[in-house]
């Protein structure tokens, strides 16, 4: 399929016709994306995209729903159990279809071209921006916070702030992917120190006796009784803090030997940042009342102060730590998505091209940078949000629901991992509960998620679906790819990593399962 930018491949092939001779015996070192990332970096990519500012500042979403100490803890727990259904399904999808994109390339391998688009439209266009143009807002203020003691950080202060820690780290992301991922390994492993702080000083309290609210008499004395739907809202409030577990099969082909690694780092991950999120806010009960805990607007930043006494500080910095490191993990996951649309033709085919010296997707990272900027300048962040909640967790339903369409269209094709049919039901069926009570309760917030999806079929048809564009059309993209190519410095990779690097026997395998499907 042709896509948007599909009249620029003659530009694109004269400029890397001498890039094509790196990969010739004796030569350079071909240019392809590279398989730099490790089990360790794998897990932080996964730790670090879930744990971002929510677990510091504002768990009371899940308290203020339940009406009892006890209850929250059991919707944390259970959060983590249904982001870990999801993993294990995701796990199943990125070995079978080992392909970089994650859910765009799941949907479009498996439903075909339009859902996959409309899938990536949705993510390019709101999704990824939104959610890093509030990570990058929410650093800012925790970094301004000291300067501004006694008031909110002045709006265009922390927009400047903000916008330069993404530049920077655009930057780092263009530069070199070891750069990118040791950056995700070390403030990973801040944001978990700061929360095993946090943790210790929880047991501490407990040891000392301070541990009245977690009594089962006190965990479970309800203020108020929760209703179906408070119950649904609490479940939302959790299992949104979970979101990110799925990135690391956005980078499956820059993983080493991702058949082995990708499940591997999902089942190290979420169990941890599951036993991480629950601890956590067992700390925080042995230092707050639920009362006190529910008037916070920064709870971690309330216990440090309450706790911590001079060393108080440590909490602000942590929040500010944490976020800094989400910004990379979802630049580093969102351009490659668009990398991986405009492979398969539906984005410009200059989003497709690498640095030739540095192998990474440059144009795409640029383009996830200047969709941010635009949010930050331009858009009411905290509205979008509301809307990037729903669309996300459509799409994980409908990923998953993929893995069980593909069980049936393909039963033979070879699985590393196949996960029992009750895994995907499981979690489809809180999936579809969620689902439809947000329709019952928030119809103009689904609504309007639903319109900035649909927006995307019009795009589909006349960008990708439409073949035979006017020539005018056909040479303004290839003088736009080719000025593009020459500013960025960048061609198509040479072969694909995935195919080229997977195991022969794995290969073989797949390839005797796939000629047995076709007879």
Known sequence: ??????????????AMAGGEQRGAPGGPERVALKKEIGLVSACAIIIGNIIGSGIFISPKGVLEHTGSVGLALIIWVLGGGVSALGSLCYAELGVTIPKSGGD???????????????????AVLIMYPTSLAVIALTFSNYVLQPVFPNCIPPYNASRILSMVCLLLLTWVNSSSVRWATRIQDIFTA????????????????????????????????????????HLALAFLQGSFAFSGWNFLNYVTEELVDPRRNLPRAIFISIPLVTFVYTFTNIAYFTA???QELLSSNAVAVTFGEKLLGYFSWVMPVSVALSTFGGINGYLFTSSRLCFSGAREG???????????????????????????????????????????SFINYLCYGVTIIGLIVLRWKKPKIFRPIKVNLLIPITYLAFWAFLLIFSLYSEPVVCGIGLIIILTGVPVFFLGVYWRNKPKCVNRLIESVTCWGQKLCFVVYPQGGVAEEEEAPSARSRRQATETAETK
């Open 1 to 14: 399929m042709r896509g948007v930018g599909g009249g620029a491949g003659r530009a694109a092939r004269v």
């Open 104 to 122: 765009y390339s799941y949907v479009t391998e498996i439903f075909g071209g339009l859902a996959g688009f409309l899938l990536l439209w949705s």
């Open 190 to 229: 801040g944001k978990l120190l700061a929360l095993a702080l946090i943790i210790i000083v929880g047991f501490i309290q407990i040891f000392k006796g301070n541990y009245e609210e977690l009594t089962p008499s006190n965990a479970f004395n309800f203020w108020m009784t929760p209703s179906v739907g």
């Open 288 to 290: 707050m009342s639920p």
């Open 346 to 388: 539906h984005l410009p085919s200059l989003l497709a091209m690498i640095h030739v010296k540095h192998c990474t997707p440059i144009p795409a990272l640029l383009v996830c940078c200047l969709a941010t900027l635009i949010i930050m300048l331009v858009g009411d962040t905290y509205t979008l949000i509301n809307y990037v």
